[in-house]
């Protein structure tokens, strides 16, 4: 599809587990955001990347979250020694930027994480 | 103060009736304002932008007033179909991409 992918739909881990969790924009998208949503939340930022680079880290919430984004295109979200506060949906949305200025953002179905 | 402030609601209208949502932001050099919606179980979709003057696209307008730093969205004779969540979304100042969501207002739409 043409769509921004996320994998995986759901995942379900034990508490001090590592989890990773993939993005895959839309094609061309220059800008991609992570951000997550806890049961009946608003979005919280997480982090964003401009290409490969990420200009604003500051919404991560602790040094077990770590993200990357190689060739401009798939990103991961790495948690480390998950805790049950963790649990949430993981949202990825992707843009295209014109002029370093990014447009209507794209979300994608989400990862489901729940940490027993 | 959060950086985009919003009413949760939950409001309750009756179908055809008009229904105004008002959302704060307190970086006063944010550049950019939106309205997104959220349906429940569902990734947030854009709804509208919101642009200094004042924009209409249908039954819904949205307004920005810069000096109070606050957004609205008016949707008139609401329709079953608008009951959603409504997120207010601000982008950070010129050079930082960084979009905040509000945590939203949520609209139930009654027969």
């Known amino acids: 599809g043409a769509g921004v992918s996320q994998s995986p739909s759901n995942k379900v881990t034990e508490k001090g587990k590592d989890v990773e969790l993939r993005c895959d924009p839309i094609s061309g998208h220059t800008a991609l955001y992570w951000y997550r949503q806890s049961l009946g939340q608003g979005l919280e930022f997480l982090i964003y990347f401009q290409g490969n680079s990420a200009p604003d880290k500051s919404g991560l919430p602790s040094d077990r979250f770590s993200a990357e984004r190689t060739g401009g295109s798939v990103s991961t979200l790495t948690i480390q020694r998950t805790q049950q506060e963790d649990s949430a949906v993981y949202l990825c949305?992707?843009?295209?930027?014109?002029?370093?200025?990014?447009?209507?953002?794209?979300f994608g179905e989400g990862s489901r994480l729940t940490v027993l | 103060r959060k950086e985009v402030e919003q009413d949760p609601g939950p409001f309750n209208v009756p179908e055809g009736a008009t229904v105004a949502f008002n959302c704060t932001y307190s970086n006063s050099a944010s550049q950019s304002f939106f309205w997104y919606r959220q349906d429940c179980r569902k990734e947030p979709k854009l709804l509208m932008s919101v642009y200094s003057s004042g924009n209409e696209d249908g039954r819904f307008t949205a307004q920005l007033n810069r000096a109070s730093q606050y957004i609205s969205l008016l949707i008139r004779d609401s329709k079953l179909s608008d009951s959603a969540t409504y997120l207010c979304v601000v982008r950070g100042e010129f050079g930082n991409e960084k979009l905040t969501f509000g945590t939203g207002t949520r609209l139930t739409i009654i027969p």
């Open positions: 949305a992707s843009s295209f930027a014109l002029a370093g200025v990014a447009g209507e953002l794209f």
